[in-house]
């Protein structure tokens, strides 16, 4: 059971979403493609972070808990990490979208992205000597500057309301990842690199860094959507 730990948190957080996007009233299975393409996009640079911070020892794994697959210093479960994790997100910002109407948040959007830009602003300022928060709040910054003022999306707040829907969830997986309900973390984190604030045994900073992940995939989900759409419509 040990070796299995992660694949089964993978397993366990897909197979729900997995089995219902093809229920016939959410079908989002006829958006697979846009999904895959969306988040091969956005996994590799997360995915290069992943590795640079690893050969930092920024973060390290415990391959007790894995199938002992590396790539790159990286066990098999961390790559389809970036697959499995996205989908549920997606999917779940895909339900709300289809059955609730949240347009209203829309006019709040610019508000809350300018507000969480100066808090990643604040921290990151305050903790240049560690690299992990620095580095995701830099990231953040750069995501919702592009998103808010460049490609002028209006759906920041939504994101993070559907993200807030999701935090049991992540609690759970990104617990179990961190040490909750097992003897040792699957990932382990130098204290030196990180602020040290723990929700449970979750670094604050990962709540950060998923919620980039979560909203970059989103953006891309959206773009490969629209533009399968447009394919599939007839011409006049």
Known sequence: ???????????????????????????????????????????????????????????????????????????VEEWLFFICIPFSCIFTFFYIETFFKLDLLNRYTKLVSVLLIMICLFVAVCNTDKIYPLVTCITTIIVLIYLEFIVKADWVLKALVVYLILLPGFISVNGLLTGSMLDSPIVNYAPEEILNIRLFTIPVEDMLYGFTQFILVWYFFQFFKSSSVKKSSPER
């Open 1 to 75: 059971m040990k070796p299995y730990a992660y694949i089964l948190i993978e397993f366990f957080t897909v197979i729900v979403c997995l089995i219902f996007s093809f229920d016939k009233r959410i079908q989002f299975h006829k958006h697979f493609t846009s999904f895959f393409k969306a988040s091969l996009i956005v996994a590799v640079p997360f995915i290069i972070w992943d590795i640079l911070f690893t050969e930092m020892e920024v973060w390290w794994f415990n391959f007790d808990y894995t199938l002992g697959i590396k790539l790159c210093g990286l066990p």
